[in-house]
């Protein structure tokens, strides 16, 4: 069999059993077999298949066809500039926290040029927060992800190696900021945090209820626990004109803003991802 009739089988197939973008999915798991990019693939469509291509390609097709995720059965995911090991330990990274760290990356850029920041990533997952800031950051700097999960500590330790920015980013076992022992010392503290509601988490897509990690996802009855449990812990952390970012659920604007601005923070900016949404929280931290 041509891999071109092995694609259309495919396609054919995820799209009678309703799986959502079977012509990408499908083009996307030849690309990994093939070890090319998804543009090369119709270059190839006319070599043979292997009888281990064709099993795996049976093997990822079950899976996706029983709700798994794309980037879980592929085992990796393009984010930013890096491409990072993906799977069932940790969230599967999205377009909305790219956004996340070009926020960060900008105020570093304007207020650490020939400084070392220290940045803490906090619930860092795969990784794909401070490992991308480390990489752009045009400067040295001491970069740190924390998650109270020791399965996506390994994945994020995994994909710094992967990246090769394992000599320049570490990562802990934590429970959010209660590690640090001294006051005043992180330049930023970054987070894309566990905020949808628990009762909204039953409801979810089922890709994203019955495969993503429930802890990364559950912020609680009001999805504000994460915020209402760490932000005194983040103001007693934080350098004077160090700052602190946040991703935040589309209806949590307001509520964000108040929390944060009840636990001592000022000057607050909430903004919206490109679907005109509210996304982003943060706050840089000024002298009384």
Not at 254 to 281: C, N, P, Q, T
Request: with cysteine; charged share 25%.
């Amino acid at each position: 069999m041509k891999w071109r009739e092995t694609l259309s089988k495919t396609v054919a197939y995820l799209d009678s059993k309703g799986v959502d973008g079977a012509r990408t999915a499908g083009e996307l798991m030849v690309a990994r077999l093939l070890g090319v990019g998804r543009g090369f693939v119709s270059s190839r469509l006319d070599e043979d298949v292997s009888t281990a291509h064709i099993q795996a390609m049976r093997r990822g097709i079950s899976r996706l066809v029983a709700g798994e995720p794309l980037q879980y059965v592929l085992g990796e995911w393009d984010f930013r500039s890096l491409t990072l090991k993906c799977d069932r330990r940790a969230l599967i990274p999205r377009p909305e926290t790219e956004e996340l760290v070009t926020r960060v990356l900008a105020f570093l850029g304007a207020n650490f040029q020939g400084r070392r920041p220290f940045v803490v990533d906090v619930g860092t997952g795969t990784g794909a927060i401070v490992l991308s800031i480390a990489r752009e950051f045009k400067g040295e700097g001491v970069f740190l992800g924390t998650d109270v999960s020791a399965d996506a500590v390994q994945l994020a330790k995994e994909n710094a190696a992967k990246c090769s920015l394992d000599g320049r980013v570490k990562f802990a076992v934590a429970d959010g900021l209660d590690d640090f022992d001294e006051p005043q010392c992180v330049d930023v503290i970054v987070s894309n945090p566990p905020y949808i509601e628990s009762a909204v988490c039953e409801t979810l897509e089922r890709g994203v209820r019955d495969f993503e990690p429930r802890l990364a996802l559950d912020g609680g009855a009001d999805g504000l626990d994460f915020f209402d449990r760490y932000l005194s812990d983040a103001l007693n952390l934080l350098k004077e004109g160090g700052a602190v970012f946040f991703e935040i659920g589309e209806n949590q604007g307001k509520s964000v803003a108040a929390l944060m601005h009840e636990y001592g923070f000022s000057d607050i900016l909430v903004e919206r991802d490109f679907a005109g949404h509210d996304r982003y929280a943060s706050c840089i931290l000024r002298q009384p």
